[in-house]
């Protein structure tokens, strides 16, 4: 079995930011791309950022210039680097890896999500 756990979120004033952490631990051979997720209240989960085993990323609109994913391969982790932070971003984040594992299967896992409330 595989395991996400993220830690990092918390109250931020607008404008603030903030630095998520996802480590994957487990049965892991290795980890392809690996996401960051939001849900809000009332709404659909959407994809924020991702980043691929080599690196390269990409990011919804709402967030270029403002939000930075990275990833430690060594370490089986990502990260989310939020800045200028609007009350619009407050939401649930999770964090998502396409995992293959010792066992020869591949699938997705998800963490169980940390709290991130913009607001003054």
């Known amino acids: 079995q595989v395991q996400l756990v993220e830690s990092g979120g918390g109250l931020v004033q607008p404008g603030g930011s903030l630095r998520l952490s996802c480590a994957a631990s487990?049965?892991?051979?290795?980890?392809?791309?690996m996401d960051w997720y939001r849900q809000a209240p009332g709404k659909q989960r959407e994809l924020v950022a991702t980043i691929t085993s080599g690196g390269s990323p990409n990011y919804a609109d709402s967030v270029k210039g403002r939000f930075t994913i990275s990833r430690d391969n060594a370490k089986n982790r990502v990260y989310l680097q939020m800045n200028s932070l609007k009350p619009g971003d407050t939401a649930v984040y999770y964090c998502?890896?396409?995992?293959?594992?010792?066992?020869?299967?591949?699938?997705?896992?998800w963490g169980q999500g940390t709290q991130v409330t913009v607001s003054s």
């Open positions: 998502k890896a396409d995992v293959f594992g010792l066992s020869g299967r591949r699938r997705d896992y």
């Open positions: 487990g049965s892991i051979f290795s980890i392809n791309a």
